[in-house]
């Protein structure tokens, strides 16, 4: 069996109950560790599951009422996991969820 690893991202200390979440789920997992930055609203987890398992089932493994409650993010590899880090501005968006916002504001001006 091979393992992939996943990063995981939210507002909060949402690490109890995801891994509570998970350990009653029928998925093949492994928890790790990662450290976080002590000044970040950010907290960090890491998961090691197995290579067959899909994201999606993961993520319904853990609920979407947690996903929603602590704005969780999620990583398959370190590299996004890092860019992440660096790509918010002051809002507390990333930019993929700025220009989400710009689009949606430019489609209400015409209403």
Known sequence: MNWITIYIKGRGDFREEVKRKLDHSHLNLMPG????????????????????????????????????????????????????????DRSGFTKDEQARINSIREKAKDW
């Open 33 to 88: 560790s990662i450290g976080g930055a002590v000044d970040s609203s950010y907290t960090y987890d890491m998961y090691w599951v197995d290579e067959d398992t899909d994201l999606q089932d993961l993520k319904k493994a853990i609920g979407a009422k947690v996903i929603w409650k602590y704005r969780l993010q999620f990583y398959g590899s370190l590299e996004a996991f890092i860019e992440s880090q660096h790509t918010h």
